[in-house]
């Protein structure tokens, strides 16, 4: 029933709807925005011609705390383009239908110089435990709404916070969100770059990819042991490879208790569920859903080992790895965001681990 009221409300609306570019120059939160967009026929011409759409518009407060954390006076056209896609999203979401459980909406952002995600860059539409709606970005930086349904032809504008942040390299990821066990293993087999060894940098890189982060005591001490014994690079590789997925997109609300994916190796991993809790082969995902530029990060409690693909005995509580949260992968209250277009910037697309000299 609220499905249908929704959509009652929706077209009652648009009967006597401005255009998105008249809310935009009249809406008194948004002049820092209409600034931007104005001056620009690319931007103009891409928001005149959308439709079924949600634009999750910057407020001023947004733009002006975006320019003070980056260090800006003005944000470029090539920058303002990228952000403008990233804030635009395929189809209506009233702030009513968002909810406790999280939903990964795909944007228009499709450039390949910022995404390798097929169908758009995406974002988490989810609701708090007070029933705030929240936009999720790079390392789960959250961005809440200011103005709900504001109401344009074609769409629904949210008027937001902050800026979104477009995610960036997995990588990149492993440094700031604290993945310091998975690192520590890199560093103890003398990988200090993910990029640098094929085949498994071709799997980083690929487009639309799951990665699976061990990231625990467990995991290292495991990851340790095994790799002691092997003398050949590859073979660590493989381990890697084991825990990526490429070309299958999967964010944890697709999640089915059974479902098997096909790894870089070939070898299958198993998805299970627990008495609410999600195993990957007999490891808990103790983190999902960090999105980054080619896929999607699910932070795990412990290792993958492709002799051990059954889901884990129902008595298994697999509390490993939860009781240190600085290390378990869970993002910081506040992201350092590297900014892309600082050719000074510390944090290179070619991410480098510290100590590395490129």
Not at 196 to 221: E, H, K, Q
């Amino acid at each position: 029933m609220e499905f249908f009221y929704l959509c009652f409300v929706l077209l009652v609306a648009r009967a006597s709807a401005q255009s998105l570019m008249e809310v935009l120059g009249t809406n008194l939160e948004l002049t820092e925005l209409y600034h931007y967009v104005n001056a620009s026929s690319t931007l103009t011409n891409m928001l005149s011609s959308l439709d079924n759409f949600t634009f999750l518009a910057p407020s001023n407060s947004a733009i002006s705390n975006y320019l003070e954390s980056h260090n800006l006076t003005t944000i470029g056209d090539e920058e303002m383009e990228e952000l403008i896609q990233y804030h635009i999203l395929n189809g209506e979401f009233p702030a009513r239908s968002w909810s406790a459980a999280p939903q990964f909406v795909h944007s228009e952002l499709k450039n390949p110089m910022y995404t390798n995600v097929t169908a758009g860059q995406a974002v988490e539409l989810v609701s708090d435990s007070q029933g705030n709606p929240q936009i999720l970005s790079w390392n789960k930086t959250v961005s809440t709404i200011v103005t709900q349904d504001v109401t344009c032809t074609g769409g629904v504008i949210q008027i937001i916070s902050d800026v979104l942040t477009v995610p960036l390299e997995m990588g990149i990821l492993l440094l700031q969100a604290n993945f310091n066990f998975f690192v520590a293993g890199l560093y103890e087999v003398g990988i200090t770059s993910v990029f640098s060894y094929d085949p498994v940098g071709s799997d980083v890189n690929a487009s639309d990819v799951t990665f699976f982060i061990p990231n625990s005591a467990d995991a290292l001490n495991a990851f340790t042991d095994i790799t002691s014994n092997m003398s050949s690079k590859g073979d660590v590789l493989d381990i890697l490879r084991y825990h990526i997925v490429t070309n299958d997109l999967v964010y944890s609300t697709m999640f089915q208790d059974g479902m098997q994916l096909k790894t870089a190796t070939g070898a299958n991993i198993t998805i299970s569920e627990q008495n609410g809790n999600i195993f990957v082969n007999q490891a808990k995902i103790i983190t999902p859903d960090f999105l980054v530029s080619n896929g999607v990060v699910h932070v795990i409690d412990g290792l993958l080992n492709d002799l051990f693909t059954t889901s884990p005995p129902s008595s298994n509580s697999s509390s490993s790895g939860t009781s240190n949260a600085s290390s378990s992968g869970k993002s910081s209250s506040k992201s350092e965001r590297p900014h892309r277009y600082n050719t000074n910037s510390a944090y290179a697309h070619q991410m480098t681990f510290p100590g590395e000299t490129g």
